[in-house]
């Protein structure tokens, strides 16, 4: 049985999973979102990639089967099971001047950059070398004109999301601090590794 670690509301972990591990990430009480970075664990330089991951997978809903890819067009995780099934990979991690910009917010918020940064730094990694997160249970609608919405997360406490690691990899997860991504409140997440062997 793998061990549960909770990250508390607000704030982040990083930490490393090797080739073939199971990473799942859970919901514990429900309409939470997670934002989720990866980096090829010898190569900071190789990185998860928006991009590449919608094109190759040809799809802006990514869930159950298909992959997230790096900068370097290689696969970098596999979602292996998904009980959610609504997740984004459009919208850039919350920011500081995510608050300032969107929400006309004064003075300190916490965002989920800072979480990535401050629990990335200390493994050699800047703000500036942060991608666009992958955000689990995060429930972004548009319109046919393309008008985007951040609606509440449509995850039920206990809903979680498993992913493969397909090679060595550092990950970073927050439970995220946005208002609108989360129904208005801030839960924690959970995470537990499944080793491959």
């Known amino acids: 049985m793998s061990h549960i670690h909770t990250i508390e509301k607000q704030t982040g972990k990083a930490f490393i999973l090797n080739k073939g591990d199971i990473l799942t990430v859970t919901d514990p009480v429900g309409m939470q979102v997670s934002d989720m970075v990866l980096f090829n ?12 991951s919608l094109d190759f997978e040809e799809s802006i809903l990514l869930t159950t089967g298909n992959f997230l890819w790096s900068n370097r067009s290689r696969k970098m995780a596999k979602i292996i099971e998904d ?19 969107m929400y006309s917010h004064e ?25 666009t997160a992958f955000n689990i249970f995060m429930n972004v609608q548009f319109d046919a004109s393309g008008k985007i919405s ?8 206990g809903d979680y999301v498993k992913f493969e690691a397909m090679m060595d990899l550092l990950v970073c ?6 208002e609108d991504s989360n129904g208005g409140t801030f839960k924690p997440i959970q995470y537990s590794i499944t080793p491959s062997s």
Not at 150 to 157: D, Q
């Open 41 to 52: 664990r010898h190569d900071h330089g190789e990185k998860l990639s928006s991009g590449k």
């Open 83 to 101: 009980t959610n099934g609504r997740n984004d990979f459009l919208l850039a991690p919350c920011s500081k001047e995510t608050f300032e910009i």
């Open 107 to 131: 003075g300190y918020h916490p965002s989920c950059l800072e979480n990535l940064t401050k629990n990335l730094e200390p493994m050699g990694l800047s703000q500036d070398e942060i991608p």
């Open 150 to 157: 951040v609606l509440p997360p449509t995850s039920k406490a």
């Open 173 to 178: 997860l927050t439970a995220c601090s946005a």
